[in-house]
């Protein structure tokens, strides 16, 4: 077993809308191991990426409450300038859109440039310079030499996306969070993406968060998952029992929905996910869009049951779950 | 970026053609002409006919057009009726005054307006961003000539700190320290009370530049690598947000042209803004032919200006 | 009876340039397309960004010029002037990608839906409101949702209101540009089921514009692979997917995710496998321009883009 790298404990993330605080991330525990992937799922307004901003400090007006150890410091609570000392060095993050994440006036050099100039003062002009042409290269961009010199405007979106990668792995970090990382990509460049960040991994044996909508993605990367629905953890477990015995009727529904070829009809999950303001803070999250399963199969206070070494589920209502025919009538 | 450069500017040369153009028609559909008030009404009209067609009068208006520009391109604005000499002469020593009140102008108005928008931008929804979002509506809803006049009364004359009138005090030596000393004393005034109202719309500009650009992706790519905030903000935002600031420049000059006629009216500066007036007052056309025709290649070469300033700190136009 | 007929299309868009902006190139967004749908069948354009999938949708239907070619919908070629514009205007309609920007945000959905309606039907106001509540009820949203604007909803249900706008003249073909790509994976099956719902229904016939393999396999009887501008295969699902020619189309294949994590390493080998079939053997699928070649039928219904002959070329 590898040793354990990050552990969040009952994470609390709250945004301030209209009025009051409203948490994204909901009570999220888990841990992740060094030289390991743990896949995130979740759709939209999962608060995935917010886990994932969390981590790394990046939300400027949230309220945090609980906390994230790494390496010995809790980030909840670490100040500002220590803060700063971890990201880009000890953990750093690739980001969803290539096209906006990097500064449109400055040069592709000076923009990874920067992550050593930031966290190795010492480092001569020269050396720096090798050391970016060296990650370019590492990231399998052709012609690095040329490309040091050029705008962000002059690359293509999967070379952007390498070059973020580039700025992320350029100090070695332990941790490696990946938030949507192929979502704005052609399916030829993802899959060359994914490959990339796995092959980086090994080399730089970090732990990695890749957090994602795309199942497929997961089955394909990750070592562990975690699925997210309204801010909380509902099933998390090893990758292969994940897809081959999803528990969780939020998992099995995801799971089902996903067209394979061969079905005739898609799933479809009863109703719509709630808005972050009208989430259900009570009682199972799930519990509305299952309404055929009676309130005695729910918990009250739904706490993850290790059900197996590792697998962890949300609520009791899986225990008994069967899907119904034909969900897809409006509610 | 040549190549936009010299694309730029060939578009230039068709609207400053066209500006001259309109100005010249729109001097001939004046009432009266250069002879109108010259000549005893007791001469008999066959003499004067004589000598408008000595004088070129009763040429057709392209042909006057030509021969017009043919003078301005020379340098020769004509003569004025007023003054009696040429109006280059009479323009000459004014460019050179509005010339300074407007640099000392726009360097005030970057001095206010760079670091209250920074400021602004950076702690938005404050009560410090407040307050200057305060200032900016007063600016916007005062007069000119009304907060001019004001400056002027309480600093010219209930202090008495700066000159109430002139370019410079009279009976100095032209090229010592005293003469310049006074030259930027009779300055501040007009150009700080144009500055202070102008400046707030390059400040309010400058703050929702820095809002949006605050909200970037890039800025959190940023933080993630370890900026701290003021790198960040130095670094990343600033920038990026000073370039829209760069082509407001041209508009800026336009702003400038209105403020000195107003400014320099009411401190009696002698700049082209007074001439304008003056010539208007006592229809001295070909003063206001030239001044207006100076007026509106500012404002053309004012923009081509921040197009020129905006290619070369954009790569992403400096490159086509 | 097939419904729409495409035959060599080009769409073409200049490249303006130098100091005169004079018109140096063009940039061969569609590239001599051809392709026929058959009444009631989902024909499905595949490609990445910039392939000109797109493109050749909004060139069928009018938002985008065409430069030569032939496109004949309904037995109208509606690329000659004197065709009845409006005719095939009713009979056609498209279905947008973006759920958040297709739909007016100052307009009621009663006005949203009714548009069409009020453009090519002269009905009464009363006549005009049971016709949106039939589409409403059509698309599975309740008649109350009739006053409510659009961003009271989420964005499956958008993206049924813009479906409704699209069927409210029952027109024949439904041009669908990526219609599911915005939206989460539950909201997806929800849509593309109800499409398919439609279809039968009405007797629909769809263009699919899409990027995605997975549900392209899912939704579409015959599919076509692009790549910059030209066709590299077209085929039935089966011929695509498990007979594919092209080393295009192979790539793309072993580009989709697979659901089984077991088979990660095998996925890992096969694209990597691809990669070098890519690198070695690009001048047999590509000319030296790096565009496909003509296509070449392999079966009545397989199509693929590969040199002529090769021993000819030697």
């Known amino acids: 077993m590898n040793r354990k790298l990050l552990e969040v404990k009952n994470l609390k993330t709250s945004f301030y809308i209209n009025d009051g605080y409203y948490a994204a991330v909901d009570d999220v525990t888990l841990t992740v191991n060094e030289n390991e992937i743990l896949g995130i799922v979740g759709e939209s307004g999962s608060g995935k990426s917010a886990l994932a901003f969390s981590v790394m400090g990046l939300h400027t007006r949230a309220k945090m409450e609980g906390n994230i150890f790494f390496n010995g410091k809790d980030i909840v609570n670490v100040s500002k300038a220590d803060l700063n000392k971890m990201r880009g060095n000890e953990m750093a993050m690739i980001f969803q859109d290539p096209l906006t994440a990097l500064n449109p006036l400055m040069e592709i050099g000076a923009q990874i440039s920067e992550t050593f100039i930031l966290h190795r003062p010492n480092m001569t002009k020269k050396i720096r310079k090798d050391r970016v042409i060296e990650l370019l290269k590492m990231v399998g961009i052709p012609r690095p030499e040329y490309v040091y010199s050029q705008f962000p405007h002059e690359l293509s979106g999967g070379m952007r996306q390498r070059v973020i990668i580039a700025i992320a792995i350029a100090n070695q970090p332990k941790l490696l969070i990946a938030d949507e990382p192929t979502t704005a990509l052609d399916v030829t460049i993802q899959a060359q993406i994914l490959d990339l960040i796995r092959e980086l991994k090994e080399t730089i044996e970090s732990g990695v968060i890749l957090i994602t909508h795309d199942l497929g993605v997961v089955a394909e990367m990750a070592d562990r998952v975690a699925v997210m629905y309204a801010g909380q953890i509902v099933e998390i477990a090893n990758v292969y029992t994940l897809f081959k015995r999803p528990l969780h009727p939020y998992t099995r529904s995801l799971l089902h929905s996903m067209p394979t070829g061969g079905q005739d009809k898609l799933h479809v999950i009863n109703g719509i996910v709630p808005s972050l303001k009208h989430l259900p803070r009570k009682g199972c999250r799930f519990a509305h869009r299952i309404p055929w399963m009676g309130a005695e199969t729910h918990e009250e206070n739904p706490i993850l049951h290790e059900v197996e070494p590792g697998h962890y589920v949300r609520c009791t209502c899986y225990k008994n779950f069967s899907f119904q025919e034909d969900e897809s009538k409006e509610a | ?320 | 009876m097939s419904i729409l007929e495409v035959t060599n299309l080009k769409i073409h868009f200049p490249i303006k340039t130098g100091l005169f902006n004079r018109t140096v190139n063009h940039i061969k967004a569609v590239d001599g397309v051809s392709f026929q749908i058959e009444q009631g069948k989902t024909y499905g354009l595949v490609g990445e960004s910039g392939s000109g999938k797109s493109t050749i949708g909004r060139g069928v239907i009018g938002l985008e010029k065409i430069t030569s070619g032939k496109v004949i919908f309904n037995g109208v070629d509606i690329t000659s002037k004197n065709s009845n514009r409006k005719e095939i205007r009713k009979n056609l309609q498209m279905i947008f990608q973006d759920p958040y920007s297709s739909l007016n945000p100052r307009k009621r959905i009663l006005d949203i839906i009714a548009e069409p309606l009020r453009n090519f039907e002269k009905l009464t106001k009363k006549e005009e409101i049971k016709r949106v509540e039939e589409l409403l009820e059509l698309v599975g949203l309740s008649k109350e949702n009739m006053m409510k604007y659009p961003h009271q909803f989420s964005g499956g249900q958008r993206q049924r209101i813009g479906v409704a706008r699209a069927i409210a003249l029952k027109p024949k073909l439904i041009i669908a540009d990526e219609p599911v790509s915005a939206l989460d994976v539950s909201v997806q099956a929800q849509v593309l089921n109800f499409l398919q719902d439609i279809q039968k229904e009405l007797g629909l016939t769809y263009l699919f514009i899409s990027h995605d393999l997975g549900i392209v396999k899912h939704f579409c009887d015959e599919i076509s692979i692009m790549y910059k501008g030209r066709y590299v295969e077209q085929g039935t699902i089966e011929e695509i997917f498990n007979n594919p020619q092209h080393i295009y189309t192979k790539r793309l294949i072993s580009a989709i995710p697979d659901m089984n994590p077991s088979n990660r390493d095998k996925q890992f080998r096969l694209r990597k496998k691809v990669q070098q079939e890519f690198d070695q053997r690009y001048h047999d699928y590509f000319d030296s321009e790096g565009l496909a070649y003509g296509l070449k039928s392999v079966s009545e219904t397989h199509l693929v883009a590969l040199q002529e002959d090769v021993e000819k070329v030697w």
């Open chain 2, 1 to 320: 970026m040549w190549k936009f450069i010299v694309r730029r500017l060939v578009i230039t040369f068709p609207q400053l053609i066209l500006l001259s153009v309109l100005i010249f028609l729109l001097a001939q559909a004046m009432p009266g002409d250069a002879l109108t008030g010259l000549v005893d009404p007791n001469i008999d009209p066959e003499t004067i006919e004589e000598q408008r067609e000595k004088l070129g009068l009763n040429k057709p208006w392209y042909e006057k057009y030509i021969d017009w520009v043919g003078g301005v391109v020379q340098g020769d604005f004509g003569q004025s009726f007023r003054y009696k000499m040429p109006v280059t002469d009479l323009i000459e020593e004014r460019i050179v005054n509005t010339f300074w009140l407007s640099v000392t102008a726009l360097i005030f108005t970057y001095i206010i307006a760079v670091p209250l928008g920074m400021i602004s931008g950076r702690y938005n929804d404050t009560i410090l961003d407040s307050s200057i979002a305060g200032y900016t509506y007063i600016g916007f809803a005062t007069p000119l000539f009304i907060f001019a006049l004001v400056l002027l009364w309480i600093f010219g004359f209930h202090f008495q700190w700066f000159p109430t009138g002139g370019s410079v005090a009279p009976g100095l030596e032209p090229g010592t320290l005293e003469y310049v000393m006074s030259r930027i004393q009779h300055l501040i005034l007009p150009a700080l009370s144009i500055a202070i109202i102008q400046t707030v719309s390059t400040v309010q500009y400058l703050r929702s530049e820095i809002v949006d650009t605050k909200q970037k992706d890039f800025v959190i790519t940023a933080r993630a690598k370890g900026a701290s905030e003021s790198r960040v903000y130095n670094r990343h935002i600033l920038r990026n947000s000073l370039l829209p600031i760069a082509a407001f420049f041209g508009y800026e000059i336009t702003m400038l042209i209105t403020g000195t006629i107003f400014v320099e009216q009411i401190f009696s500066f002698p700049g082209m803004g007074q001439l304008f007036i003056e010539s208007v007052l006592q229809r001295d056309f070909s003063v206001v032919n030239a001044v207006v025709l100076l007026f509106g290649a500012a404002a053309i070469l004012g923009a081509l200006l921040s197009d020129i300033i905006l290619s070369m700190v954009d790569p992403r136009i400096r490159i086509k």
